[in-house]
């Protein structure tokens, strides 16, 4: 493995400038899905000043930080919401397990839901209890990790909706079949495969 240090020099796509752009590698607080991380090493434009790429001895730096501050819970589902969470992957060509894919799926919904307009999707989420698929007697377990904020918001989403936190990640993996393996929704596929690569 390549390993770069403050300073060195390298290529990547800048989405603001919309070319390939010189890059210089810089240690420096990194945001997702907002939470900061201290000192993590990025590329930053060297013509725009943003940061544009993140090497990969970087995703050791914040895997760490993040299971420092994650909170782990079971929830019981039916045998086929685990085949929903395996295509899910496999349309991805990640070959996880359901656990994992269960937090990929989580966070991404959770982040939508808690953002402006999010009102919509947590509709979408509640209602899907509601449907066929949604039946199903829950016999076995998945253990879900989230980040501890994302944990708040969820307890919070659940509050709110008078729902246990187990309905609403239910409810997300429904919605996520529809967005993802039904409608092939590409934003969500994008979104679900950035946040593949970070966690």
């Given at each position: 493995m390549v390993i770069h240090k403050e300073g060195d020099k390298s290529k990547a796509i800048c989405e603001k400038c919309g070319k390939v752009v010189s890059t210089t590698f810089k240690y420096a607080d990194f945001v997702v899905n907002g939470n900061k991380i201290p000192e993590v090493l990025q590329g930053f434009c060297d013509e725009c000043g943003d940061s544009v790429s993140i090497p990969h001895q970087s995703t050791f730096r914040i895997h760490e930080y993040q299971e420092k501050h994650d909170k782990s819970f079971e929830v019981r589902v039916p045998p086929h919401y685990k085949d929903i969470l395996l295509a899910i992957g496999g349309v991805h060509r990640i070959n996880s397990k359901p656990n994992y894919l269960c937090r990929l799926v989580s966070?991404?919904?959770?982040?939508?839901?808690?953002?402006?307009?999010?009102?919509?999707?947590?509709?979408?989420?509640?209602?899907?209890?509601?449907?066929?698929?949604?039946?199903?007697?829950?016999?076995?377990?998945?253990?879900?990790?989230?980040?501890?904020?994302?944990?708040?918001?969820?307890?919070?989403i659940s509050g709110e909706e008078s729902k246990s936190t187990s309905e609403i990640i239910k409810g997300i993996i429904l919605v996520a079949k529809h967005d993802i393996l039904d409608k092939r929704n590409k934003e969500y596929s994008k979104q679900f495969g950035e946040m593949a690569a970070i966690y």
């Amino acid at each position: 493995m390549v390993i770069h240090k403050e300073g060195d020099k390298s290529k990547a796509i800048c989405e603001k400038c919309g070319k390939v752009v010189s890059t210089t590698f810089k240690y420096a607080d990194f945001v997702v899905n907002g939470n900061k991380i201290p000192e993590v090493l990025q590329g930053f434009c060297d013509e725009c000043g943003d940061s544009v790429s993140i090497p990969h001895q970087s995703t050791f730096r914040i895997h760490e930080y993040q299971e420092k501050h994650d909170k782990s819970f079971e929830v019981r589902v039916p045998p086929h919401y685990k085949d929903i969470l395996l295509a899910i992957g496999g349309v991805h060509r990640i070959n996880s397990k359901p656990n994992y894919l269960c937090r990929l799926v989580s966070q991404l919904y959770i982040d939508k839901m808690s953002q402006p307009g999010g009102e919509k999707i947590r509709r979408k989420v509640i209602n899907s209890l509601k449907g066929d698929l949604a039946q199903g007697v829950s016999r076995d377990r998945l253990s879900c990790v989230l980040k501890a904020t994302t944990y708040s918001t969820l307890q919070s989403i659940s509050g709110e909706e008078s729902k246990s936190t187990s309905e609403i990640i239910k409810g997300i993996i429904l919605v996520a079949k529809h967005d993802i393996l039904d409608k092939r929704n590409k934003e969500y596929s994008k979104q679900f495969g950035e946040m593949a690569a970070i966690y």
